[in-house]
């Protein structure tokens, strides 16, 4: 598969074929993945292979999104952040570049995959996955084989004129360009709903409120 081909036609992909992605499969991706760009070269990635079903449905049950109950595999991706450029998130944008190279990679070998952000506290990850002090999770990727019988889906079409700007931003004004009070209300209730410590109980009516996907 071509690499314009391969960034066109890879789209989240939420369900699996039951077939596992064997280890020497996972190592290969992770190690092309790792060819992405970091800051200052630092290379600080690293990946928590996550296949035991226990540790998946703790991370839905403890919060994270729904799409873990459905996958048999997933990376934790964490990164290094002692950084000296922490104002810029360095240590999260290098681990994303890897996300989306470990993504496409897969895809052209018949994987599906999802990035995951909507996770329980990093604190809970830390302590359970075992991360030492200078490691933060950044993200996880549940991945599997595609099933056979797959949709693809279009990805949805952008305008030039929405997307790039030239030497300033003279965008059109759309509404989602202002923080709403809305949006601050959300983002407190969600601050609060992770302090919770009885938050597992709460999962079946929160998840009510969840973004849900066809796949
Ligand atoms: C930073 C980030 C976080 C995401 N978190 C979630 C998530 O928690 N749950 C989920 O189902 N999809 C998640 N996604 C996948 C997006 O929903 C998906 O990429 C988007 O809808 C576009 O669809 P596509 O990947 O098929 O093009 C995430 C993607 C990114 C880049």
Redesign the pocket.
């Known amino acids: 598969m071509e690499l314009r081909e391969a960034i066109a036609s890879?789209?989240?992909t939420?369900t699996y074929s039951p077939e596992p992605v064997g280890r020497a499969i996972v190592e290969e991706l992770v190690l092309q993945a790792t060819a992405a760009p970091s800051a200052c070269n630092r290379q600080g990635w690293r990946f928590i292979h996550l296949g035991d079903r226990a540790d998946l449905d703790w991370l839905h049950r403890r919060g994270g999104?729904l799409?873990l109950r459905s996958a048999r595999q997933a990376l934790l991706v964490c990164y290094q952040r002692n950084t000296d450029n922490a104002e810029w998130q360095d240590n999260i944008q290098s681990a994303?570049a890897a996300i989306a190279y470990f993504q496409l990679l897969a895809h052209e070998m018949g994987i599906g995959s999802?990035?995951?952000?909507?996770?329980p506290p990093p604190r809970e990850i830390v302590l359970k996955f075992g991360l030492p002090p200078a490691y933060m999770p950044v993200?996880v990727v549940t991945f599997g084989y595609y099933k056979e019988d797959r949709t693809e889906?279009e990805?949805s079409v952008n305008s030039r004129q929405r997307l790039l700007a030239m030497d300033r931003w003279d965008f059109p004004v759309e509404e989602t360009d202002t923080l709403t009070v809305a949006f601050m209300v959300r983002t407190a209730l969600r601050k609060f709903y992770y302090v919770l410590p009885f938050r597992s109980l709460l999962r079946k009516w929160v998840e009510r409120y969840e973004?849900k996907?066809d796949e």
């Open positions: 890879r789209r989240s939420r999104s799409v994303a999802c990035w995951i952000c909507h996770l993200a889906r990805s973004k996907f």
